[in-house]
Protein backbone atom coordinates (compact mmCIF):
# COMPACT_ATOMS: atom_id res chain seq x y z
CA UNK A 1 0.00 0.00 0.00
CA UNK A 2 2.20 2.71 -1.14
CA UNK A 3 -0.29 5.84 0.57
CA UNK A 4 0.82 3.89 4.06
CA UNK A 5 4.37 5.86 4.21
CA UNK A 6 2.78 9.15 3.37
CA UNK A 7 0.21 8.38 5.99
CA UNK A 8 2.73 8.17 8.56
CA UNK A 9 4.59 10.46 7.61
CA UNK A 10 1.23 12.83 7.99
CA UNK A 11 0.90 11.61 11.22
CA UNK A 12 4.60 12.14 12.59
CA UNK A 13 4.36 15.58 11.81
CA UNK A 14 0.77 16.15 13.46
CA UNK A 15 2.44 14.23 16.76
CA UNK A 16 5.20 16.81 16.77
CA UNK A 17 3.54 20.07 16.11
CA UNK A 18 0.11 19.50 17.30
CA UNK A 19 0.98 20.04 21.11
CA UNK A 20 -1.17 21.64 24.05
CA UNK A 21 -0.22 25.33 24.12
CA UNK A 22 0.25 26.05 20.25
CA UNK A 23 -2.04 28.15 18.05
CA UNK A 24 -4.46 25.18 18.01
CA UNK A 25 -5.77 26.02 21.10
CA UNK A 26 -8.30 28.10 22.14
CA UNK A 27 -6.00 29.78 24.85
CA UNK A 28 -3.00 30.47 22.34
CA UNK A 29 -3.60 32.97 19.71
CA UNK A 30 -0.22 33.86 17.43
CA UNK A 31 2.60 32.69 20.51
CA UNK A 32 0.48 35.05 22.59
CA UNK A 33 -0.62 32.20 25.98
CA UNK A 34 -3.57 33.57 28.13
CA UNK A 35 -3.79 31.70 31.75
CA UNK A 36 -3.57 32.36 35.86
CA UNK A 37 -5.54 34.87 36.85
CA UNK A 38 -5.97 38.54 36.88
CA UNK A 39 -7.03 41.48 38.40
CA UNK A 40 -8.24 45.00 37.71
CA UNK A 41 -5.57 47.12 38.11
CA UNK A 42 -7.15 50.25 37.07
CA UNK A 43 -10.01 50.01 40.05
CA UNK A 44 -7.05 48.83 42.74
CA UNK A 45 -4.40 51.35 41.54
CA UNK A 46 -7.01 54.11 42.75
CA UNK A 47 -7.74 52.54 46.38
CA UNK A 48 -8.22 53.95 48.84
CA UNK A 49 -8.15 57.49 47.36
CA UNK A 50 -11.13 56.29 45.10
CA UNK A 51 -12.94 53.17 46.06
CA UNK A 52 -14.06 50.39 43.99
CA UNK A 53 -17.87 51.73 44.39
CA UNK A 54 -17.01 55.02 42.78
CA UNK A 55 -15.33 53.47 39.51
CA UNK A 56 -17.54 51.71 37.07
CA UNK A 57 -15.82 48.36 36.09
CA UNK A 58 -16.93 44.78 34.00
CA UNK A 59 -14.91 42.68 36.58
CA UNK A 60 -12.65 42.70 39.25
CA UNK A 61 -11.17 39.40 38.57
CA UNK A 62 -10.47 37.25 35.81
CA UNK A 63 -9.13 33.37 35.93
CA UNK A 64 -8.24 31.71 33.00
CA UNK A 65 -7.28 28.43 35.14
CA UNK A 66 -9.21 26.35 31.73
CA UNK A 67 -7.93 26.85 28.62
CA UNK A 68 -11.68 27.30 26.62
CA UNK A 69 -13.29 29.42 29.44
CA UNK A 70 -12.82 32.55 31.75
CA UNK A 71 -14.66 32.44 35.39
CA UNK A 72 -15.72 36.28 35.97
CA UNK A 73 -15.90 37.49 39.51
CA UNK A 74 -17.70 41.20 39.56
CA UNK A 75 -18.40 41.28 43.36
CA UNK A 76 -21.96 40.65 42.99
CA UNK A 77 -21.30 37.27 40.89
CA UNK A 78 -18.85 34.76 39.43
CA UNK A 79 -19.77 32.62 36.33
CA UNK A 80 -18.26 31.19 33.46
CA UNK A 81 -17.90 31.88 29.87
CA UNK A 82 -16.30 30.77 26.76
CA UNK A 83 -13.36 32.79 25.15
CA UNK A 84 -11.56 32.05 21.78
CA UNK A 85 -8.84 33.97 19.93
CA UNK A 86 -9.26 36.10 17.42
CA UNK A 87 -7.09 36.82 14.39
CA UNK A 88 -5.32 39.62 14.82
CA UNK A 89 -1.67 39.14 17.56
CA UNK A 90 -2.33 38.16 20.78
CA UNK A 91 -6.23 39.24 20.78
CA UNK A 92 -8.99 37.11 22.14
CA UNK A 93 -12.70 37.47 22.49
CA UNK A 94 -14.89 36.44 25.59
CA UNK A 95 -18.15 35.29 24.07
CA UNK A 96 -21.41 36.59 25.28
CA UNK A 97 -20.13 39.04 27.47
CA UNK A 98 -22.74 41.39 27.66
CA UNK A 99 -26.21 41.97 26.30
CA UNK A 100 -24.49 44.34 23.75
CA UNK A 101 -22.18 41.31 22.61
CA UNK A 102 -18.58 40.05 22.85
CA UNK A 103 -15.75 41.65 24.66
CA UNK A 104 -12.33 41.68 23.24
CA UNK A 105 -9.39 41.35 25.14
CA UNK A 106 -5.47 41.68 24.58
CA UNK A 107 -2.55 40.51 26.34
CA UNK A 108 1.17 41.68 26.68
CA UNK A 109 4.44 39.82 27.64
CA UNK A 110 4.62 41.43 30.86
CA UNK A 111 1.47 39.87 32.46
CA UNK A 112 -0.78 42.66 31.50
CA UNK A 113 -4.53 42.62 30.21
CA UNK A 114 -6.21 45.15 28.46
CA UNK A 115 -10.11 44.75 28.87
CA UNK A 116 -12.26 47.17 25.92
CA UNK A 117 -15.12 46.90 28.47
CA UNK A 118 -15.90 50.97 27.37
CA UNK A 119 -19.37 50.14 26.24
CA UNK A 120 -20.16 47.92 29.39
CA UNK A 121 -18.56 50.72 32.03
CA UNK A 122 -19.35 54.06 29.80
CA UNK A 123 -15.39 54.89 30.37
CA UNK A 124 -13.34 55.97 27.15
CA UNK A 125 -10.34 54.09 28.47
CA UNK A 126 -10.09 50.01 28.20
CA UNK A 127 -9.15 48.56 31.87
CA UNK A 128 -5.79 47.00 32.54
CA UNK A 129 -5.64 43.78 34.48
CA UNK A 130 -2.17 42.68 36.23
CA UNK A 131 -1.52 38.66 36.84
CA UNK A 132 -1.19 37.81 40.19
CA UNK A 133 1.58 38.99 41.79
CA UNK A 134 4.08 37.15 43.89
CA UNK A 135 4.09 33.66 45.35
CA UNK A 136 2.87 34.79 48.39
CA UNK A 137 -0.12 36.39 46.96
CA UNK A 138 -0.79 33.20 44.65
CA UNK A 139 -3.97 31.94 46.61
CA UNK A 140 -5.20 36.07 46.88
CA UNK A 141 -8.82 36.82 45.19
CA UNK A 142 -10.02 40.22 44.57
CA UNK A 143 -11.42 40.50 47.84
CA UNK A 144 -7.89 40.39 49.52
CA UNK A 145 -6.58 42.99 47.39
CA UNK A 146 -9.44 45.62 48.57
CA UNK A 147 -9.06 44.83 52.37
CA UNK A 148 -5.48 45.92 51.98
CA UNK A 149 -6.30 48.90 50.43
CA UNK A 150 -8.83 50.17 52.74
CA UNK A 151 -9.10 48.03 56.09
CA UNK A 152 -5.54 45.90 56.65
CA UNK A 153 -3.37 47.48 58.98
CA UNK A 154 -2.65 47.85 63.05
CA UNK A 155 -4.58 50.19 64.68
CA UNK A 156 -5.16 51.65 68.63
CA UNK A 157 -8.20 51.61 70.14
CA UNK A 158 -8.71 53.74 73.65
CA UNK A 159 -10.46 51.53 76.16
CA UNK A 160 -11.71 52.32 78.96
CA UNK A 161 -9.63 50.69 81.37
CA UNK A 162 -6.12 49.31 80.35
CA UNK A 163 -5.19 52.11 77.92
CA UNK A 164 -4.96 51.69 73.95
CA UNK A 165 -5.81 48.27 72.99
CA UNK A 166 -4.15 46.84 69.79
CA UNK A 167 -6.23 45.87 66.69
CA UNK A 168 -5.32 44.37 63.55
CA UNK A 169 -7.21 44.18 60.55
CA UNK A 170 -5.58 41.45 58.23
CA UNK A 171 -6.35 41.39 54.63
CA UNK A 172 -8.00 37.88 54.39
CA UNK A 173 -10.80 39.42 56.41
CA UNK A 174 -9.47 38.69 59.94
CA UNK A 175 -9.45 40.89 62.69
CA UNK A 176 -8.03 40.70 65.45
CA UNK A 177 -8.16 42.98 68.93
CA UNK A 178 -11.66 43.85 69.01
CA UNK A 179 -13.38 41.31 71.70
CA UNK A 180 -16.71 40.51 69.80
CA UNK A 181 -15.76 40.03 66.20
CA UNK A 182 -13.70 37.50 64.08
CA UNK A 183 -13.85 38.57 60.82
CA UNK A 184 -14.56 41.02 58.45
CA UNK A 185 -16.07 41.55 54.79
CA UNK A 186 -16.79 45.28 53.44
CA UNK A 187 -19.48 46.29 50.79
CA UNK A 188 -18.03 47.25 47.58
CA UNK A 189 -21.30 45.81 44.99
CA UNK A 190 -24.34 44.81 45.15
CA UNK A 191 -27.79 45.86 47.33
CA UNK A 192 -25.73 45.89 50.43
CA UNK A 193 -24.59 49.58 48.48
CA UNK A 194 -28.07 51.22 49.04
CA UNK A 195 -27.86 49.74 52.62
CA UNK A 196 -27.64 53.26 54.28
CA UNK A 197 -29.71 56.84 54.28
CA UNK A 198 -27.12 58.66 52.92
CA UNK A 199 -25.19 55.95 51.13
CA UNK A 200 -22.11 55.04 53.18
CA UNK A 201 -19.57 52.55 53.19
CA UNK A 202 -20.42 48.98 55.08
CA UNK A 203 -18.87 46.77 56.65
CA UNK A 204 -20.16 43.32 58.33
CA UNK A 205 -18.34 42.03 61.33
CA UNK A 206 -19.00 38.34 61.94
CA UNK A 207 -19.17 37.47 66.05
CA UNK A 208 -17.69 34.96 67.78
CA UNK A 209 -21.25 33.52 67.59
CA UNK A 210 -21.54 33.33 64.09
CA UNK A 211 -23.51 36.36 63.80
CA UNK A 212 -23.44 39.55 61.07
CA UNK A 213 -23.42 42.97 62.43
CA UNK A 214 -23.26 46.01 59.66
CA UNK A 215 -21.76 48.86 60.76
CA UNK A 216 -20.92 52.32 58.44
CA UNK A 217 -17.71 53.23 58.16
CA UNK A 218 -16.38 56.60 57.93
CA UNK A 219 -12.52 57.50 57.27
CA UNK A 220 -12.65 61.62 57.90
CA UNK A 221 -8.96 61.83 58.18
CA UNK A 222 -7.66 58.90 55.68
CA UNK A 223 -6.43 56.01 57.29
CA UNK A 224 -5.08 57.90 60.26
CA UNK A 225 -9.23 57.07 61.73
CA UNK A 226 -11.41 55.03 60.94
CA UNK A 227 -14.93 55.48 62.60
CA UNK A 228 -17.69 52.48 62.77
CA UNK A 229 -21.54 53.89 62.90
CA UNK A 230 -24.29 51.85 63.82
CA UNK A 231 -27.18 51.76 61.61
CA UNK A 232 -31.26 51.50 62.10
CA UNK A 233 -32.99 48.20 62.21
CA UNK A 234 -33.99 46.95 58.59
CA UNK A 235 -37.29 48.22 57.05
CA UNK A 236 -39.96 46.07 56.40
CA UNK A 237 -40.65 45.40 52.86
CA UNK A 238 -37.53 47.67 51.96
CA UNK A 239 -34.06 47.13 50.89
CA UNK A 240 -31.83 49.43 52.23
CA UNK A 241 -33.03 52.88 53.73
CA UNK A 242 -31.20 52.43 56.96
CA UNK A 243 -30.45 55.45 59.28
CA UNK A 244 -26.96 55.90 60.26
CA UNK A 245 -26.91 56.56 64.00
CA UNK A 246 -24.00 56.80 66.86
CA UNK A 247 -20.52 56.55 66.76
CA UNK A 248 -20.13 52.45 67.86
CA UNK A 249 -16.38 52.68 67.89
CA UNK A 250 -13.37 53.80 66.31
CA UNK A 251 -9.87 52.86 65.46
CA UNK A 252 -5.95 54.99 64.93
CA UNK A 253 -3.11 54.03 63.25
CA UNK A 254 0.24 54.60 65.69
CA UNK A 255 1.80 58.18 64.79
CA UNK A 256 4.14 57.75 61.89
CA UNK A 257 2.23 54.78 60.66
CA UNK A 258 -0.90 56.53 58.71
CA UNK A 259 -1.59 55.67 54.97
CA UNK A 260 -3.18 58.75 53.42
Known amino acids: MKFFPILMFVLAICLTSCKPGDSSTVSTSKN ?3 SGRYFNRTVLDKCPGTLPVDIPYYAMELDFSKTDSVQIRNGIEKYSLPFVATDNDCEFRIVGATQFGDMIFSVTGDSTLTLQD ?8 ASIFKLAETANRAD ?15 YTMDKKVGGPARVIFLPNGQVEGLENYLA ?13 EPAA ?13 TFAVKMPDGHKLIQFYSIGAAIPDQKGGRSIGALAFEVKAPAGMERE
Open 32 to 34: CTV
Open 118 to 125: SVWTKVTA
Open 140 to 154: WDYENYINECIMAGT
Open 184 to 196: YDLCIAGDCLEET
Open 201 to 213: LTIDFTTRKGERE
